[in-house]
């Protein structure tokens, strides 16, 4: 199982971003995709996920309103849409996959697949 993200970089404050993350390696068709959020010095934070199954997403309250998940099941990709960001969204984003789903999106130990992450810098 390979998972790569994509998309991060140096935004300003008010601008939006959105993040991609691209599936390989499996023949599973229901799964939870979970994207984390790692600020510096904390840990891992889950700030959305979706479910194949069924295409539920969910979002926590820290992020709801600004940011969104969609993916597109027949090129195995899963994207967040983040709008309206602010500096303390600065992290590393990242990606991580359960089969057949995850029964919470908050634990990353819920998740056994990872991405190496990608940077995402909001400037003031």
């Known amino acids: 199982v390979q998972l790569v993200e994509s998309g991060g970089g140096l935004v300003q404050a008010g601008t939006s971003l959105t993040l991609s993350c691209e599936a390989s390696g499996f023949t599973f068709t229901d799964y939870t995709v979970g994207w984390f959020r790692q600020r510096s010095g904390q840990g891992r934070e889950g700030i959305s996920c979706i479910t194949t199954t069924d295409g539920s997403t969910r979002i926590p309250d820290s992020v709801k309103g600004r940011f969104t998940i969609s993916s597109d099941k027949a090129k195995n990709m899963v994207y967040l849409h983040m709008n309206n960001l602010r500096p303390e969204d600065t992290g590393v984003y990242y990606c991580?996959?359960?089969?057949?789903?995850?029964?919470?999106?908050?634990?990353?130990?819920?998740?056994?697949?990872w991405g190496q992450g990608t940077q995402v810098t909001v400037s003031s």
């Open positions: 991580a996959v359960e089969f057949p789903f995850a029964n919470t999106c908050d634990d990353p130990y819920e998740f056994d697949y």
